[in-house]
Structures are given as structure tokens and as C-alpha cells.
């Protein structure tokens, strides 16, 4: 008898809802073409799609229910369901503080977890940002996670919600020890698909910058953070952790392997100019789409945890992450849109690279998992 693992994605209208289902139900497909070899029957996941809307792209095999996760009914659902598992992607972002951002990310993921705890759901897992520690010149040169979150000074309302989320999952996790919460924080997010403020500051004519100030960064692959919440799907990995790609890079070179030029400004200016346009009324995040704060101070965050406690590595480093980019950009300006990727010679040369990385992975994996049979 099958028995398949029942996984509600929430927030799948968006992107990251959207590309999470559309992962798991990938490995659904490899999964039967596997036999059964557990003695539960396992045969797959049962992927429940739930948003207030029905997602642009249908999703083939997508389960879609179409709720709020603040709906009172949203429990009774989960029981019915039998869900074992609630990936909570269910945000909006928020250039600046606002009730409707408040009130769906912040108290719709509060009901989320007092529903699901109420059903019996296993596991729970979220997205935040590493954002959430703020950017400071008293940071430490590696913020470890149980690192105050002093990100509810910024004037992001994105970056305060996710602060608010943290501290109420943190005393939930308390009041239910049975249940497995993972909390994923996530480093500057770039990719050729994905719309993040990271990318958006990338692809500015030009990116600002401030003038004397090059900080080191950190960023995270598109792809990278779908494989760390399917990870955290797949194992019990209790906890918060950092996750970004291997290696720290400054702001200065970052630009230049994307192929960016900058236009620094005096941050005395910067600020004065913001102040100015939200008087104003004009979207200063159009220029600024990441706070001056973050492109002056640091903010880079300890690894350990997730490479030693979590077992999660990204497939992509960073320099890897921003040349394929900057192969992207060049693509989409020179060249017909038909044009494969794969042509890029630097995406390739990086493609082999990390192939060879995760085969030297595998094979360690299997020297260890000998070792211990023997």
C-alpha cells in the first residue's frame, strides 16, 4: 500500500511558493520510478498548492486550493488534509512599513503556526533573510544566529516583518517542542529568473552606491534557496540558520563579475535624498531598492551552522552565482532571446566545475556511509 507524505505550500501564486511546488513535484516523478524499499509504503509527496489566487503558470500535478491561511477554516483544512508538513511562503514584500503587509506576513503567519500546531502538523518550515540582523559598523565579523535581530530599526517593512515573524516563532517553538520548525535565513538572493532587491540594485542604470564605502557581501543562488527548503523539507533540521553561497565577496567586485558599473554617492546624500522623496512621495526604493545601510556597513553572516548541524551545501558559490548573472544580461542585450544559455562559455566552464563538486561530494558521502557499515 502507498502512503504519500502530504505537503501544504502556501504563498504558491508567487515565486518561491510556485518554484517549490514545482521542485517537489519533480521528485515525485523520480521517486516513481524508484521501487519501494521503506516498510511504510512510502511513494511520494501529495503536494497541496494554497494562495489567494490560482498561480499564473498552472503547475502540472499541483493540488491547488485556493484560501488565506488567516481563514479560521484554514485548521480544519490542514486536519482533513492529514498535512505533514506546511512550507510557509506566504509573504508579500514591503518597500516600507504598511498595516497590509503587517497584517498578511506577520499575523498570517502567526495563524499559520497556531493552525498548524492545532492540526498535529509535523514540520514547519519558513523563509526569512539574513537582513533581519541589520547592518551595523558594531556587527561582529561573523553574525552567528542567536545574534540579536536588530533588523526592526530598518525603515524596510519587509525586513521588519520578518524580525516580528522571527520573535513570534521563536517563543512558539517553546510552547511546542514536538514540532519541527526550520527557519531559513537567507543571504542577498541573485539569479537569472528571480526578482529580489539584490537583483534589482544589479540591474539599475547604474547601481548606486556610497562613495568611500565597498562592504563585504553575501549572496545565495535562486536555485540554491529552493534545494536548502526542499532539504529542510526532506530532513528534521530543528533551528535557524544562515545559508548563503561559499564565499565573501566586496561590493566592488560583485559589481564587476556582474558586469555593473556604479555611480557612488556621498551617503550624506543618499539619506538626505530618500528623506527627501518619501516627503515627497516618490518611491525611493526605485533608486535604493536595498537601504544605504546595507551597502555601507556589514552584515555577513557565520556558515557553520549550516554546513555542520543543517548537512545543507549550495550547489552555487557566489562568484559562480553573479557570473552566470552577468552572462544572463549580456544575453538578453546582445543576443535573440532564443539563443540557448548554455552557449555562454564562463556559465559552462562554471556548470562543469560544480558537477565536479557534487560528484566529490557523493562520493565522500558514500566513503562515510562504508565506513559505518563496516
Known sequence: MSNKQVILVTGVAGYW???????????????????????IGFSGYHVIGLDTEPPKEPIKGLDFIQADVRNPLFVELLKSEQVHTLVHLAFIEANRPSERAFDFNVIGAMKALGAAAEAGVRKVILRSSTAVYGAFPTNPAFIVENYPLNGN???????????????????????????????LRFANIIGPTVDSPFTRFLIQN????????????????????????IFSM???VPGVFNVA???ILPLGKILGLAGRFSLPVIHLCAYWGIQMMSASGVKS???FPIEPDYLRFPWITDLARMREEMGFIPAYTAEES?????????????????????????????????????????????????????
Open 285 to 287: 526604493h526605485q533608486y
Open 17 to 39: 511558493g510556485s518554484r517549490m511546488a514545482a521542485r517537489l513535484l519533480e521528485l515525485n516523478e523520480n521517486l516513481a520510478q524508484q521501487p519501494i524499499t521503506d516498510g
Open 322 to 374: 553573479l557570473r552566470e548573472f552577468a552572462g544572463q544580461l549580456r544575453l538578453k542585450k546582445f543576443k535573440p532571446e532564443q539563443i540557448d544559455i548554455a552557449y555562454d562559455e564562463e556559465r559552462l566552464r562554471d556548470t562543469i566545475e560544480r558537477r565536479r563538486r557534487q560528484r566529490e561530494q557523493l562520493a565522500h558521502l558514500s566513503e562515510e556511509t562504508q565506513e559505518g557499515v563496516q
Open 245 to 247: 553561497a561559499e564565499g
Open 153 to 183: 530599526k530598518s525603515k524596510n517593512g519587509s525586513i521588519r516583518n520578518w524580525v516580528d515573524i522571527e520573535a513570534f516563532v521563536n517563543g512558539f517553538r517553546r510552547q511546542v517542542p514536538e514540532m519541527v520548525i526550520t527557519m
Open 206 to 229: 547604474p547601481p548606486l552606491t556610497l562613495f568611500g564605502f565597498d562592504p563585504l557581501m553575501q549572496v545565495i543562488h535562486e536555485n540554491d534557496v529552493v534545494e536548502a527548503l
Open 234 to 236: 526532506r530532513n528534521d
